[in-house]
């Protein structure tokens, strides 16, 4: 026995030593690199995309690829609930719009190849029974380890998460509710299993029955889901769904507050363990200024704090530029006016760097879609492209957003829905925007606002580097 033990353990030193010899070698034989070249991420287009429509029952589900993607390989582009497909999208620039059968579920729009760079899908219904009124529209998300949602709670609304698995994998799901008061819920007791293709909706109203505001991360233990969240004020007070907000920073911008009368109500969430002060600016298309008596903003720790704006910003488009020592979510509530105002939310988003699509427009009649960009440190320049349903696509427009400013633009109308690209052009600063639509209704405005996000356009791949734990235990 000692002999076989001994035979075994040399077996090993000799493979060990041939293996190590091996990578010597290959290491003093290959090429050197370039003097001064550190390896970097590589950008790459994107050449699959999947996303996850939470609940289109009745609504409006448009889906569409821009035009002069890099993409390689035949493009394809799928619309489906579970195993029905609604539709297929042939070519990048022609948008595709279907309403979605009630009761089907979320839809989950796929592509590859040249289908895939910067494809968008949205979500819009018009609500107009059971005691709801409104428009409810939402940017149709990706499968994400981690998503937050800031907006009303269940004390001011019936809030439902809508949760999606589109990938391959099982999920195990884990969702915090941060309120006024503290964290409310989070933990083990409250992660659920999402097997893959299946969703689950959650009344918020089970987990945290008494906010009047939350701040909600839903994330991951394994895999990835799509979270989203509708709100129907009480009180007929309106109804929409809340945008996906940028991630815990200590600077984050929350653009496309609409113009015009009614509440406008900021929400700051720190899910940090200490107290944060937050100092909150405001653009406008005259400039950017300090709130006077709401210009700094005390959240506790692990909390949510609410300000009333809607005599700071006066009634202009903005947007809001919010800085602390601590990481921290921010969304806004729009009430609009009328007999029966509606309701929209607006939420902290990144810079377009990378162009941005919104997929579903309306203008025409009494309905209307502007885009409100803002450039908070210098001037920005983009260019804008909308791409109608049918017909020939105009020429884009140029814009230039004055440093520190907001721009309010007007999208022209067209047949029926289109497509808006909006693409930074060189020397531009940092762009951020939302796109704001409404519909003039008898007892009110209906509103909803989509925040700008980063166009799908490009991944960033890790650089490959030699390693000997490769091929040594």
Known sequence: MKSLIENRFGLLVLVLVALAALYGVASATRP???????????????ASVTTVCPAPDGAQVGVVTPPGGEATGTGATTVAAGEKVLGTV??????WYEEAPDKT???????????????????????????????????????????????????????????????????????????????VTGGTGDTLT??????????????????????VE?????????????????????????????????????PGVPGGGGRRELLVASPAEVDTLVE???LTP???????????????????????????????????????????????????TGKRPDVAFTAGAAPIDLGSVVADNRTGGKKSSRLLLA???????????????????????????AAARVKEVKLPGTDGAFAVVVQPLPGSGPVYGGRVMDEKLKDGLALTVQPLAAARMWALVPPVTESASVILP
């Open 194 to 215: 999402l097997e893959p293709g299946r969703s689950r909706t959650v009344n918020l109203k089970d987990l945290a029955p008494s906010p009047l505001v939350v701040a």
């Open 105 to 183: 579920g979320p839809v989950t729009v796929s592509a590859t190849g040249s289908g895939a760079a910067g494809l968008e899908s949205a979500q819009t219904r018009r609500e107009t029974s059971g005691g709801q009124r409104g428009l409810a529209g939402i940017r149709c998300a990706e499968p994400a380890a981690s998503t937050w949602l800031v907006g009303p709670g269940p004390a001011a609304a019936d809030v439902t998460l809508h949760l999606a698995n589109a990938d391959l994998a099982p999920a195990i799901v884990e969702v915090l509710v941060y309120s006024g008061e503290g964290l």
């Open 286 to 336: 005259d400039g950017t200024y300090a709130l006077k008596g709401r210009e700094l903003v005390d959240v506790p720790a692990g909390s949510v704090a609410a300000v009333d704006l809607s005599t700071g910003i006066a009634g202009q488009p903005a947007a809001l530029v919010l800085t602390s020592e601590t990481p921290i979510v921010a969304g806004l509530v729009v009430t609009g």
């Open 280 to 282: 909150v600016r405001a």
């Open 375 to 401: 450039a908070p440190e210098t001037a920005g320049k983009v260019s804008v492209q909308v791409l109608p349903r049918s017909g020939e696509a105009p020429e884009p427009f140029e814009l230039s957003i």
């Open 32 to 46: 050197a690199p370039a003097a001064g070249q550190v390896p970097g991420p590589r950008k790459v287009p994107v």
């Open 90 to 95: 042939d070519a990048p620039g022609k948008p």
């Open 218 to 254: 839903v994330r991951t233990v394994s895999g990835r889901v799509t979270a989203a969240a509708r709100a129907v004020m009480n009180g007929g007070r309106g109804v929409d769904w809340l945008p996906v907000a940028a991630p815990p920073a200590t600077r984050v911008v929350v």
